[in-house]
């Protein structure tokens, strides 16, 4: 059975970094896509990075507001994936949660993230 485990979050003023942790258990990563959503009140849950393992190649994409700011990365020997955040904005205030398998696989508990000053 999959099982995702963020930590990570918490409260940051704006302008400042988090490193989000995802650690997974009953899975390995070769050649499976890691994903990042968020979630903040009121508002649908968006996906925000996604990490790509094929061979030894690894690739990621960003979606447009986090792009140039926020980098996914993976520790294949933790069965971590981190998602560092840099220059956090107000708007960055969500739930963040670490999925497999795309909006039908598995989902972490999420982990709260709040930029406020």
């Known amino acids: 059975q999959v099982q995702l485990v963020e930590s990570g979050g918490g409260l940051v003023q704006p302008g400042g970094y988090l490193r989000l942790s995802c650690v997974a258990s009953?899975?390995?990563?070769?050649?499976?896509?890691m994903r990042w959503y968020r979630q903040a009140p009121g508002k649908e849950r968006e996906l925000v990075a996604t990490?790509?393992?094929?061979?030894?190649?690894?690739?990621?994409t960003y979606s447009t507001p986090v792009k140039g700011r926020f980098v996914v990365s993976g520790a294949d020997s933790t069965n971590t994936t981190y998602l560092f955040m840099n220059n956090l904005k107000p708007e960055d205030t969500a739930v963040y949660y670490c999925?497999?398998?795309?909006?039908?696989?598995?989902w972490g508990q999420g982990t709260q993230v709040t930029v406020s000053s």
């Open positions: 999925n497999t398998g795309g909006p039908g696989g598995s």
């Open positions: 009953g899975i390995g990563f070769t050649n499976r896509a």
């Open positions: 990490m790509t393992r094929s061979g030894t190649s690894t690739s990621a």
